[in-house]
């Protein structure tokens, strides 16, 4: 569903990504860390020091999480939740920014750790993580290749998602609103591919050049750039939300309020463990 949009670009997505904590509650959240290590594990074969060092920064994460960003989350679902029929493009950028900013955290938190790991590999590691990185890519490709929708009707078909995720199935008159407020957009899922591309072959060429002087500086640039957005995209992002939810009918409305109460009581209780 991320292809077609930057991770940091629909603050929903932070809905969707905690959706699992309502589900099964304190059971997704105990298996974070492993779930991150494991994700990591997947790029190279690691020796067993340094998948201690990943395992364990893993676990560090997950405490650092609970209690510093967790009660962020649980902030930024109160606000959804208080959206009416009022909402204003303006709430919605608040928010994002609220969730960039948890966003941003979590890659805070890791960057250092990436940069001591990658100073530790050896030339085969990065060999095999550029690998991994084509691999990834190779599938973006095909799945674009395969989708039969256009852009406009991508962008609806995941706006539905997001939407029935919150047990809301969005109206005839909705659905137009993504199609219309959608129009003019340029479909850059080939151009975000190729510039992920990019982006990768540099890194591994960061990479190759780990023991020279300046690479920390080097590496933690090219970090940085990572999930950059394009702001046209957003504004559009932003509007359409706003549109639909200030639009929801009274059912709609109640269904949206209680499935992000779920949420947010969800997180209360992985908190208060």
């Not at 991770?7 to 959240?29: E, P, Q, R």
């Not at 190779?138 to 290749?145: D, G, M, V, W």
């Not at 190759?208 to 090219?222: D, I, M, P, V, Y």
Request: hydrophobic share 40%; aromatic share 10%.
């Amino acid at each position: 569903m991320t292809n077609w949009m930057s991770k940091k670009t629909f603050i929903l997505l932070l809905i969707f990504n905690l959706s699992a904590c309502s589900m099964v509650g304190g059971l997704w959240y105990e298996r974070i860390d492993i779930w991150i290590a494991n994700q990591l594990l997947e790029y190279a074969a690691f020796s067993p020091a340094q998948e201690d060092q990943i395992r364990q920064t893993a676990k560090e994460f997950k405490q650092w999480h609970l209690k510093n960003e967790l009660p962020k989350y649980k902030t930024v679902l109160i606000r959804f939740q208080s959206l009416d029929a009022q909402t204003s493009v303006s709430e919605i950028e608040t928010i994002y920014q609220a969730g960039f900013q948890l966003s941003d955290g979590a890659i805070n938190f890791f960057r250092p750790f990436l940069i001591e790991l990658s100073k530790s590999l050896t030339n085969k590691q990065v060999t095999e993580i550029g690998i991994h990185l084509d691999e990834m890519l190779t599938t973006r490709r095909t799945r674009l290749a395969k989708e039969n929708n256009t852009y406009q009707e991508s962008l609806e078909k995941s706006f539905v998602r997001i939407f029935r995720l919150l047990r809301v199935k969005l109206n005839d008159g909705q659905r137009n609103t993504i199609r219309l407020l959608s129009s003019e957009l340029v479909d850059t899922r080939s151009e975000s591919i190729a510039i992920r591309e990019a982006w990768n072959q540099e890194l591994i060429e960061l990479l190759a050049l780990r023991n020279q002087g300046g690479f920390e500086q080097r590496l933690t640039s090219h970090l940085n750039i990572l999930g950059s957005e394009d702001a046209d995209t957003r504004a559009v992002i932003n509007e359409i939300s706003a549109n639909i939810i200030a639009s929801f009918d009274e059912k709609q409305r109640a269904r949206y309020q209680i499935r992000l109460g779920a949420f947010i009581m969800s997180i209360d209780q992985i908190i208060g463990r």
